[in-house]
């Protein structure tokens, strides 16, 4: 199949979903900006010009240079916006189709998308456009220099374009450009908030789906950018106090040299990293986010919106060296303290320590590994949520829906990678991890599908059905659903518990006595 764009002409592949046979067509590594690389490093993206004849768009480019943890080798590439387009084929009809541009995570610093590990079958059942995008990551996404020529927020400022893109050219392949929802899980749902407070991307979307982050999340925000900025330089060999030559120095250097220096993430504090979003300075050219993401929200145009957390984030923090860590009374302080990279008093430690993990509280041991993921739920996303869908409930324009998802069936891939060779741990422990609802909306080509007639493959269906639900109408409710889900209000919260069939509405507020502690601990700060 062949598109006309504005850029040129596009030739795609022909494709079939793995549930209904539906046939799709996908439109792979569209470019949506110049290169970033040589003058272009660190600056903001440049609009692609286009291409003469025909652009072979039947495969993947490369994901963005990253540095790959599970092989320790640097992966991908520079040259790396591209987007990625998936349409369901037509039956002769005039509608356009609601569009949904996906947003990967890997805390700003990791992952890509793939076809591989995003198979779009389940929502193309449901007959949307999905779209996916990569940007720029780590010290090439986010390094931020205050000036024009490195003003950081680089990655953020790629999925922006990328979705100017599509507002641009989806009419071209079915698609309403006045009916797009942007959706993201982890850093790509902070990546969704950080749209939602923009005020470049206003307007450029109409609906947002956030699973499991925020910009309001500690990782999701460095407030000393300039000092990471100057210590690379500096490690680099780069020695300057002026910023524009310090920019010049790191474009001489290779991006395999940048990106080694970038993996120095400091290791005494879970999930710090540094090379992520940061306010821009007021002598820079538009600006994504030229004030702190709190004062920005307050004055958003409300949209619809989706929002909510897996019930057990924190599962991420259970790994074998992370456990030990709370070994005992004198650790458990000392890695409380380093979460909060020692900005609270011996007082507030105490009584945070007192609250998770007082001896009348435990009663066993994996009620203890229960407190500390719960501890780490808390601190790196809950908090941040819940504030986050307090900001949305107080423009009291738009409905809010929340959820938590709680099923843990065999596609909770993060739950069974964290506890590949614990067994027992996996079925102790029960619940959905930090990202293991990605499996129940993309497949994963490298991994299991779901069995016929089994638990996994109604989730895969019904959340599906929720979430284009929503792309298309605003609504996330139709009558093939065994529930209703009502959206929350200021002066009535609730929210809806996703567990398979026992999926249902819950009165107040999610994880109350957590959420009251910390909000009276805050309080008692202030």
């Excluded at 507002?167 to 850093?187: E, L, Q």
Aim: hydrophobic share 40%; glycine share 6%; charged share 20%.
């Amino acid at each position: 199949m062949e598109v006309v764009i504005k850029q040129g002409v596009l030739k795609g592949l022909r494709n079939k979903t793995l549930l209904s046979n539906k046939p799709y067509f996908s439109f792979l590594g569209i470019p949506y900006a110049k290169a970033p690389v040589n003058d272009l490093r660190f600056k903001a993206p440049v609009k692609h010009p286009g291409w003469s004849g025909v652009l072979n768009a039947t495969s993947e480019r490369d994901k963005c240079m990253q540095f790959a943890y599970m092989t320790n080798h640097i992966i991908g590439s520079e040259d790396c916006l591209y987007l990625n387009v998936l349409v369901p084929q037509q039956k002769e009809s005039n509608e356009k189709l609601a569009v949904m541009i996906f947003i990967h995570g890997g805390a700003f610093n990791y992952n890509g998308w793939s076809v591989k590990r995003y198979s779009p079958d389940y929502l193309v059942d449901e007959n949307v456009i999905v779209v996916a995008m990569n940007y720029r990551l780590n010290a090439l996404g986010f390094l931020n220099l205050d000036i024009d020529e490195c003003p950081g927020n680089m990655g953020l400022k790629d999925q922006q374009l990328a979705i100017k893109w599509v507002k641009s050219n989806i009419a071209a392949f079915g698609g309403d450009a006045n009916n797009i929802t942007i959706f993201g899980v982890s850093a790509g749902s902070a990546s969704v908030h950080y749209h939602t407070i923009s005020p470049q991307s206003t307007g450029l979307f109409q609906k947002a789906i956030m699973q499991s982050g925020c910009a309001f999340n500690p990782w999701a925000l460095n407030e000393n950018h300039r000092a990471t900025a100057f210590k690379l330089a500096n490690k680099l060999g780069c020695f300057s106090n002026d910023p524009k030559e310090i920019v010049k120095c790191l474009k001489n250097l290779s991006a395999i040299d940048l990106v080694k220096e970038t993996e120095s993430k400091d290791e005494t504090n879970f999930m710090h990293y540094k090379f992520v979003p940061s306010i821009e300075s007021d002598v820079i050219s538009n600006p994504f986010l030229p004030a702190h993401p709190r004062t920005l929200a307050i004055s958003t145009i409300p949209i619809p919106v989706i929002i909510g957390l897996t019930d057990m984030e924190g599962i991420v923090a259970l790994t074998e060296d992370r456990i030990s860590l709370f070994s005992d009374d004198h650790h458990i302080t000392d890695e409380i303290s380093k979460l909060f990279r020692n900005r609270y008093s011996t007082e507030t430690i105490s009584k945070i320590k007192d609250f998770y993990f007082n001896k009348s509280n435990i009663s066993s041991e994996t009620m203890k590994l229960e407190n500390i993921c719960n501890l780490h739920s808390d601190v790196f996303f809950f908090n941040g949520v819940y504030e986050t869908f307090d900001c949305f409930l107080k423009q009291n324009g738009s409905p809010v829906y929340e959820y938590e998802f709680k099923f843990d069936g065999e596609l909770n891939g993060a739950k069974n990678m964290i506890f590949a060779t614990r067994p027992i741990l996996r079925h102790a422990i029960k619940g959905a991890c930090h990202a293991d609802d990605v499996n129940y909306f993309f497949r994963d080509l490298s991994g299991v599908d779901p069995k016929p007639n089994s638990p996994e493959l109604e989730m895969c269906k019904m959340m599906c059905k929720m979430w284009t639900n929503f792309a298309k109408t605003s609504n996330p409710n139709s009558p093939d659903l065994s529930f209703k889900w009502i959206n929350a209000t200021a002066c009535d919260l609730k929210y809806l518990s996703i567990d398979g069939d026992r999926t249902c509405m819950i009165q107040g507020m999610m994880n109350n006595k957590r959420f009251r502690f910390w909000k009276e601990l805050s309080e008692s700060i202030v």
